[in-house]
């Protein structure tokens, strides 16, 4: 049976992650999109919301983490995300992450988007 799906497309936030100096001090958009595979049938069923994953928690994960601590790599942002939705939502058996910063500029030229993805299951020490 194909996994039950909680998207959340086009979260865009303000941060202050990067390697370079520039990005840590000036900040730049994020732009997230979440995908958090859990068994919705009781959801479904029963249309309570403690039965699903609360889309506006989730959100609100996101954005702490965004709008948080600054980071090096994009790929750290991910992991804590992904981390985040499994400590927070026991439903999630598996949570992608998509993290792109618009308009990243590489040796003089401008890229439409730099992004990383990742792609987790739960594992026993997320709980």
Not at 23 to 32: C, H, I, N, P, S
Not at 114 to 124: H, K, L, N, S
């Given at each position: 049976?194909?996994?039950?799906?909680?998207?959340?497309?086009?979260?865009?936030?303000?941060?202050?992650?990067?390697?370079?100096?520039?990005?840590?001090?000036?900040?730049?958009?994020?732009?997230?999109?979440?995908?958090?595979e859990?068994?919705?049938?009781?959801?479904?069923?029963?249309?309570?919301?403690?039965?699903?994953?609360?889309?506006?928690?989730?959100?609100?994960?996101?954005?702490?983490?965004?709008?948080?601590?600054?980071?090096?790599?994009?790929?750290?942002?991910?992991?804590r995300?992904?981390?985040?939705?499994?400590?927070?939502?026991?439903?999630?058996?598996?949570s992608?992450?998509?993290?792109?910063?618009?308009?990243?500029?590489?040796?003089?030229?401008?890229?439409?988007?730099?992004?990383?993805?990742?792609?987790?299951?739960?594992?026993?020490?997320?709980?």
């Amino acid at each position: 049976m194909p996994p039950d799906t909680i998207s959340l497309v086009g979260i865009t936030l303000y941060g202050y992650h990067g390697v370079r100096p520039e990005e840590r001090a000036l900040g730049q958009r994020f732009v997230v999109d979440l995908e958090l595979e859990s068994d919705l049938r009781r959801a479904g069923e029963t249309d309570t919301l403690d039965a699903t994953v609360n889309y506006s928690e989730a959100y609100e994960l996101v954005a702490e983490i965004i709008e948080g601590e600054p980071v090096n790599l994009l790929e750290t942002l991910a992991e804590r995300i992904a981390r985040a939705m499994f400590e927070r939502f026991s439903l999630v058996q598996r949570s992608r992450v998509r993290i792109a910063k618009p308009g990243v500029a590489i040796s003089g030229s401008i890229l439409r988007e730099a992004a990383v993805t990742i792609d987790r299951e739960r594992t026993d020490k997320h709980g």
